[in-house]
DNA sequence: TCTTGAACCTCTAGCCACTAGAGATCGTAT
DNA sequence: ATACGATCTCTAGTGGCTAGAGGTTCAAGA
């Protein structure tokens, strides 16, 4: 049995975080002192290090709610998890292909530049001020 | 001279949006009619489309209130608001970059599934309980 | 001119996933 | 016994909005 800070050096997620964690349905109820400190085994280390993996890969709270759920009911959990998983997977995947956008344009606007620093019309600005400089929609 | 509706119409900025904005300071305060409605011009439409369009290249607010003081300060505005935008880019760079770690390793666990259903053991699961079945760090 | 009714106003609270801080209590080493 | 770091609970703040309550104003039609 080891104290939430021991917890927290071992999976390197905060204390105030594991707390958080715990008033989210994330982590049960964690065992008590006396003294109404925090006490985990264990369970406790491998369940929080489940979670900061898969926050780790971008699941939301509640996506880890689900597979959590679902490590507690074993049959049909694959398919399940692999859906969260799969959906997870594409959300990632727009998320890239909508910074590759930002990225040209953010690329081409800064390069507009000429460094100068004394040209009275910054390229930054007016590409900002008007969308009809742009190559894309974004 | 508009209402906020039309402004909101006109930019595709929702209302509560843009009263957030003139709270944020990236609007001035807006004239009102005699029983308190804003009323915007042209120079309103401006300024609130080129907020709107920096924050689709993902500038916060804080870098926006940054590139609008340097409209109002021409001199050497190029090079700070150049330094803004380089900056942004870097930014939208690292995003991607984790992205695409991230992408290869649930694509990675998504298809360790056989898509079975059946087994005992979900691969996903197992995956993210364990990080030692990552191919890298993430 | 009067009456609708849509649009507007302010204010508060909620979203996500934490993070920070106050002020009190606990646990452990000396 | 004492010191002091770790823990406790509680509240509030972050960014960038969004939603809703409850009240007022504007503009168009009768």
Redo the contacts between chains.
Sequence with gaps: MFSIGELSKRTKVKVPTIRYYEEMGLLPEAERTAGNQRRYDTAGL?RL??IR??R???FSIEAISS?IE??DH?D????A??D???S??AD??A??KR??T??K???R??KG?D??????D????AS??D?GLCDQE?
């Design positions: 491998e290090s489940f993996h898969a780790d890969l971008g597979l679902l490590q074993p049909r959990s694959c398919e998890a692999t969260i998983a799969a997870q997977l990632v995947r998320k890239i910074l590759k930002l990225e344009e953010l690329s606007i800064s530049c460094g100068d620093g004394m040209s009275e910054c390229y930054v600005l900002l001020a969308h974004h």
